[in-house]
């Protein structure tokens, strides 16, 4: 039972570059989120998913794309990754609206 | 003022001690509520919900209270392995809008022998 995986776990880039964090669940939730983790502001949302090709902003939206082809993927790029991108990165799903959410390990991105 | 806010700690108490904490929101339309476990460096891991009629699960008891908008946990004869951040979450339909999501920035709880 996999659950919910997300990858690269480490990542240190360059400023400007393009990077993708992968996040993959087998649970077959409906709803997927990417969170940042920072400092001083706890998690915040940047992006979720109600479904495959369903997507909808966050609350720190800027700077990011996400995609969801298919259920199970939400990967989340970086189009040109700035210092203060720098961040811990957690994916999450849910099966349902307002239920609650369970966690990938998180990816660590240092942007220098 | 912050939409959910929570005493950041750190919360210092002895092994077998009873803790308590609180969690405000200032949305009243808020509907969803949860407690979630992070321990350092690793992802929250849901704890318990928090219903309207309140819950316990062991040594763990959830209450809400929608008057004052808040909610709280406590945590009877602490463990040492209880050491951790907790965090809140208030959600609230529809997910449409960015902040119908939000966690508190965690309260710390640290164990002692």
């Known amino acids: 039972d996999a659950g919910i995986t997300q990858s690269p776990r480490y990542k240190i880039t360059e400023t400007g570059r393009q990077v993708t964090l992968m996040c993959h669940q087998t649970?077959?939730?409906?709803?997927m989120f990417w969170y940042r983790q920072d400092l001083g502001h706890g998690l915040r949302l940047i992006y979720y998913?109600?479904?495959?090709?369903?997507?909808d902003k966050g609350e720190v939206p800027d700077g990011y794309v996400v995609s969801r082809s298919k259920t199970e993927n939400f990967p989340l790029t970086l189009e040109s990754a700035t210092r203060s991108q720098t961040s811990v990165y957690f994916c999450?799903?849910?099966?349902?609206?307002?239920?609650?959410?369970?966690f990938g390990p998180g990816t660590r991105l240092t942007v220098t | 003022r912050k939409e959910v806010e929570q005493d950041p700690g750190p919360f210092n108490v002895p092994e077998g001690a009873t803790v308590a904490f609180n969690c405000t929101y200032s949305?009243?339309?808020?509907?969803?509520f949860f407690w979630y476990r992070q321990d350092c460096r690793k992802e929250p891991k849901l704890l318990m919900s928090v219903y309207s009629s309140g819950n316990e699960d062991g040594r763990f008891t959830a209450q809400l209270n929608r008057a004052s908008q808040y909610i709280s946990l406590l945590i009877r004869d602490s463990k040492l392995s209880d050491s951790a951040t907790y965090l809140c979450?208030?959600?609230?339909?529809?997910?449409?809008?960015?902040?119908?999501?939000?966690f508190g920035s965690g309260t710390r709880l640290s164990i002692r022998p």
């Open positions: 998913s109600a479904a495959a090709d369903i997507t």
């Open positions: 999450a799903s849910s099966n349902r609206e307002l239920y609650e959410q369970y």
């Open positions: 949305n009243s339309a808020s509907q969803s």
């Open positions: 649970w077959s939730h409906s709803y």
């Open positions: 979450v208030v959600t609230a339909t529809p997910y449409s809008s960015a902040s119908k999501i939000i």
